[in-house]
């Protein structure tokens, strides 16, 4: 159980473009919804928490006219990097809360790597 | 701004043996701790979590809670080299309930020789 899927794993784009990362719980329903960033040898970051119907809230820092974050449902929320840059090149991995174990434990996507050329 | 604190190592742990990992974190408040193995490339997996003083033990792995030291630590009891990992320590932002993302270490790379 608890299993967070996310797509694509990869992606490689054009400085300019824009970039959606889906991230979906898959057995169980996450009414909150978290985004991170890690770069080489560095910790994740969080970029922001998703609840389901709301707008999202962002950490210090981040940009939220540039990472939308749109959590439709409770299986699914989205994030879409707006005008990439290399400098946006980074893994970027979702969690979601619940699924039992306690009501705080987070589950995480495997992930999705960006690479802005 | 919460911090969390970890020895980046590498910590280097001959097979078989107990490898001993710490945290230190600066926020007073703080209720719920959790320990991540994260391979290379790939994401955090979770280990344990720890909400109350004391040991919790599930298998190979206990996690240890000193809310008044401000300390979490993690051992891993007959170590095997498909240990070898970055450990990450993490705490929830806020009080608790879920609403609040985590506060990662740096992590501690573990290495289990043969």
């Known amino acids: 159980g608890a299993v967070v899927s996310q797509h694509p794993s990869w992606v490689i784009c054009k400085s300019g473009t824009s970039v959606k990362i889906e991230c979906r719980s898959l057995d169980f329903q996450a009414t909150t919804m978290f985004w991170y960033r890690q770069f080489p040898k560095q910790s994740l970051m969080l970029m922001a928490t998703s609840n389901e119907g709301s707008k999202a809230t962002y950490e210090q820092g981040v940009e939220k006219d540039k990472f939308l974050i749109n959590h439709a449902s409770l299986t699914l929320s989205t994030l879409t990097v707006t005008s990439a840059h290399p400098e946006d090149s980074s893994f970027y991995i979702c969690?979601?809360?619940?699924?039992?174990?306690?009501?705080?434990?987070?589950?995480f996507g495997p992930g999705t790597r960006l690479t802005v050329l | 701004q919460k911090e969390v604190e970890q020895n980046s190592g590498p910590l280097s742990v001959p097979e078989g043996a107990i490898a001993s990992l710490n945290c230190t974190y600066s926020?007073?408040?703080?209720?719920?701790f959790f320990w991540y193995r994260q391979y290379s490339g790939k994401s955090p997996e979770l280990i344990m979590s720890?909400?109350?003083?004391g040991d919790k033990e599930d298998g190979r792995f206990t996690a240890q809670l000193n809310k008044a030291s401000q300390y979490v630590s993690l051992l891993i009891r007959d170590s095997q080299p498909s240990d070898s990992a970055t450990y990450l320590c993490a705490v929830i932002n806020g009080g608790g309930g879920g609403a609040d993302g985590l506060t990662f270490g740096k992590g501690t790379h573990l290495i289990i020789q043969p």
């Open positions: 969690s979601a809360r619940g699924g039992g174990r306690g009501a705080d434990t987070q589950y």
């Open positions: 720890i909400y109350s003083n």
């Open positions: 926020d007073r408040v703080s209720q719920s």
